[in-house]
């Protein structure tokens, strides 16, 4: 089992900046990719932004340009950073890490716990 560990949430003004983190706790499991989720009060959980082992991103297209996803992967370590934030982006942030355990050929999704972010004045 891998424990995600999130920190960073807490409640902001609209146009303020949050940086999330989020630590995998074990080193064995390769992890390929890692991704940043959301979910607001009554709406489905969705993809705000992830990055892979190769480095390449994918961002939502509500928060290009405001959002940077990045990873210290000898830290097996991801972060979000968020800029110009909105009233919209109040969210529960949930991280995720997908990858694999020594020989073993499936591949396995673990989440963190979540951490809110409110975007107030």
């Known amino acids: 089992q891998v424990q995600l560990v999130e920190s960073g949430g807490g409640l902001v003004q609209p146009g303020g900046s949050l940086r999330l983190s989020c630590a995998a706790s074990e080193s064995i499991f390769s992890i390929n990719a890692m991704g940043w989720y959301r979910q607001a009060p009554g709406k489905q959980r969705e993809l705000v932004a992830s990055?892979?082992?190769?480095?390449?991103?994918n961002y939502a297209d509500s928060v290009k340009g405001r959002f940077t996803i990045s990873r210290e992967n000898a830290k097996n370590t991801v972060y979000l950073q968020m800029n110009s934030l909105k009233p919209e982006d109040t969210a529960v942030y949930y991280c995720?890490?997908?990858?694999?355990?020594?020989?073993?050929?499936?591949?396995?999704?673990?989440w963190g716990q979540g951490t809110q972010v409110t975007v107030s004045s």
């Open positions: 995720n890490a997908l990858g694999r355990w020594p020989g073993d050929f499936s591949s396995y999704v673990y």
């Open positions: 990055t892979t082992s190769g480095d390449s991103t």
